[in-house]
């Protein structure tokens, strides 16, 4: 007779039946230490990543996926789901015990552990009217996902009810069941219950474990014993967590405080911490992320505005009598910027990264980068420029630059870059910042990590420049205000002992690679032209010249008087700076200018005049047209479909403007502007105008 067929449901059991035999074995290896902290969270990354799947699956049966009648589907069902989230609990606890997280670039086999097992279970062939006579006993053995005692760290229990009289407060019952968060010295901890809300709740209203049982049975007690109980708890309690604290935050309380004798000033700060958690604070209890990873420093001084983008530094500085320029002259004999020396002008390339742990499971990769600045130990000093890194798949620890491609190097992958800064600090020094941009698959949140930082101090001890030669700089973990932070736990356990040991340390140390390195005469000339403190991608120099040759003319020539700041009409520097801050738009107008200059001759080539007509056609009947497309998606940073939908936007509207060019056989053509055929966003006058008194510092 032919096995009958298993419905969804019940294969969805027989994989939670072997997650769930799966994360026994682990938990006693954990408990045994017969494997290693790596390969033990490779097994739990897996595990996860499997409930995960399977639970998704469940939500999204029904019961006419059965193919034959199923007694008490829905109660079945949710059962099902209650296990699943059980087990996914108890690997998210178990990430906490395996810190420091990390994926590990050894495969393993989880599934051979209980092959035994499994070929029992294969052996079962009943239907799902058999299964409604299940036993009882087989139900409840299901269910009972326990975390074990070593791992409950982070699961505590209510003593007595709690009722949230503020905003950020979490209400709470007693023998209620709590994960912590977070824990703060003031002892005001971030807890997530049972049903996914979150807030904040004295400690000194929790008991570490979930002694649900132990806390019910003294509602037999009269009131006076129950008070003195919930002292005694209260009081065991903070001398378990005082320890904890203190790692965390450096420093704790003396005395517990109380909701009512708590300042208001407190709970300021509670709430301020309370609207800073995002999924990196949530990645990180988790165990997701590395111990050293950080929230991306410079992501946030990007986001807070324009001080340290490209787009600002590349606006005329005014002197201090904001009646003149400070750093935009023009040389009277040749028509031309005058050149600028700067007290630090280097050229380097960014080569490699090894060895740099990425976030575990639950987490989507978006983008791998480095932003880089100048620094000199206590704040940013130039722009914050940003280059993508490129990995292979077999080794995602090793980030790479500059790959080979056909074509122009898109400026966002280009690792050659320059800097130019006119501060006398003598700790001036390049700051990189390796970080990752991420997606939780659970939630849809985004996020910016910091993955650690290195620092190249631009001189040496006697003050001199450094030499133009490769270096490997350490990458340290934490934020550069913090010291001695390793990016990963496990890279500094132990002391490695003899040459042997101390050479496999070293290699496992992460680093970064860069070269310092010297220019032809003509870029060394361009590079001079350019503001006095700008960090930017070596292959767009001759564009950043040209546009400051344009605005110093529109400023310094042909202004009326230098008291005048009417506003000017010139849409090229009105909209020039944008493109630094759109990589994509800048490429495309690095694609335009090369294939005007292979049309010129030698002689044009060196005219100057000649090459800033050409250059303001060529920007005009390209990137500007771009600019205020309707049809051009909006930039948005690490979001790959954005990314592809802006590329192929741009490839084929500029092959399209070739083509109109080499139609009406010369560039610059205004007939595109007149068409009816494409769509243009309404006008507005800045577009076509520069405003001095609002864009210069």
């Not at 051979?112 to 499994?118: F, G, H």
């Not at 980068?369 to 993508?388: F, K, M, P, Q, W």
């Not at 700051?431 to 990752?436: M, R």
Request: glycine share 6%; net charge negative; charged share 30%.
């Amino acid at each position: 007779m032919a096995p009958k067929r298993k419905g969804p449901l019940q294969l969805v059991q027989r994989e939670a039946d072997d997650i769930k035999r799966q994360l026994d074995a682990l938990v006693k290896d954990v408990q045994s230490e017969r494997r290693s902290t790596e390969e033990a969270f490779q097994r739990c990354q897996e595990l996860h990543i499997t409930a995960e799947k399977t639970l998704r699956t469940l939500k999204k049966l029904t019961k006419a996926d059965e193919p034959a009648p199923v007694g008490s589907y829905d109660q079945r069902k949710e059962e099902e789901e209650k296990r699943l989230k059980s087990i996914l609990e108890c690997l998210n606890t178990l990430f906490m015990q395996l810190s420091p997280p990390g994926p590990s670039t050894s495969a393993g086999d989880t599934s051979k552990e209980d092959s035994d097992s499994d070929d029992d279970e294969d052996g079962e062939e009943d239907d799902y009217d058999d299964d409604n006579d299940m036993d009882n006993e087989d139900e409840d053995e299901k269910q009972a996902v326990k975390v074990p005692s070593y791992l409950e760290r982070h699961i505590y229990t209510a003593l007595s009810d709690f009722k949230a009289e503020q905003e950020g407060d979490l209400s709470v019952q007693r023998g209620e069941t709590l994960r912590i968060i977070r824990k703060t010295a003031d002892g005001w901890w971030l807890a997530q219950d049972t049903k996914g809300n979150r807030g904040v709740v004295p400690k000194t209203y929790l008991k570490i474990g979930s002694g649900v049982n132990s806390v019910d049975d003294d509602d037999d007690d009269d009131s006076g014993g129950d008070e003195e109980d919930d002292e005694k708890r209260v009081g065991d309690n903070e001398a378990e967590e005082s320890e904890e604290v203190e790692e965390q935050d450096g420093e704790e309380g003396s005395e517990s405080q109380d909701k009512e004798s708590a300042p208001a000033s407190n709970w300021s700060s509670v709430r301020k911490a309370l609207s800073e958690i995002d999924a990196t604070d949530v990645l990180s209890v988790m165990g997701a992320i590395p111990s050293g990873f950080r929230p991306s420093t410079l992501n946030k001084l990007l986001m807070e505005g324009v001080k340290y983008r490209g787009s600002y530094y590349l606006q005329p500085e005014l002197s201090q009598s904001q009646l003149s320029f400070k750093d935009l002259f023009l040389d009277p004999d040749t028509g031309r910027v005058r050149a600028r020396q700067v007290k630090t002008c280097v050229c380097f390339t960014l080569w490699s990264c090894k060895m740099i742990p990425t976030p575990g499971v639950g987490v989507q990769v978006l983008s791998r980068h480095i932003r880089l600045c100048a620094y000199d130990g206590n704040e940013v000093l130039s722009n914050i420029h940003t280059v993508r890194a490129t990995y292979n798949p077999k080794n995602p620890k090793t980030w790479s630059f500059s790959p080979r491609v056909t074509g122009i190097l898109p400026t966002l992958l280009d690792g050659d870059c320059f800097l130019r800064c006119n501060s006398v600090s003598p700790d001036l020094g390049i700051l990189f910042e390796l970080g990752v941009s991420f997606i939780r698959n659970s939630t849809g949140e985004r996020g910016d990590l910091s993955c650690g930082w290195a620092f190249l101090k631009l001189t040496d001890d006697t003050g001199n420049p450094l030499p133009n030669r490769t270096y490997e700089l350490p990458v340290n973990g934490g934020t550069p205000a913090e010291k001695d932070i390793s990016v990963e736990a496990s890279v500094t356990r132990g002391s490695p002992g003899g040459v042997f040991q101390q050479m496999l340390h070293a290699r496992r140390q992460p680093k970064l690679i860069i070269k310092l390195k010297s220019v032809n005469h003509r870029s060394r000339t361009q590079l001079s032209l350019l503001p006095e403190t700008l960090l930017h991608s070596l292959s767009c120099v001759h564009l950043l010249a040209l546009h400051r040759q344009l605005l110093a003319d529109t400023l310094v020539m042909e202004r009326p008087t230098v008291q005048n700041a009417d506003l000017i009409c010139s849409p090229v520097l009105s909209t020039f700076p944008e493109l630094l801050d759109q990589p994509d738009l800048l490429d495309a107008l690095r694609s335009s200018w090369l294939g005007a200059e292979t049309e010129m001759s030698r002689a044009q080539k060196r005219d100057l005049s000649y090459l800033k007509q050409e250059f303001v056609k060529v920007y005009m009947s390209s990137v500007y047209y771009l600019l205020h497309s309707p049809s051009l998606p909006c930039h948005h940073w690490a979001d790959p479909s954005s990314e592809e939908q802006r590329a192929r936007f741009i490839y084929a509207t500029v092959d399209m403007l070739k083509h109109n060019q080499h139609t009406s056989g010369h560039s610059g053509s205004p007939e595109v502007f007149v068409d009816p055929t494409p769509q243009h966003l309404a006008f507005d006058v800045t577009e076509l105008t520069f405003d001095l008194l609002s864009t210069a510092r």
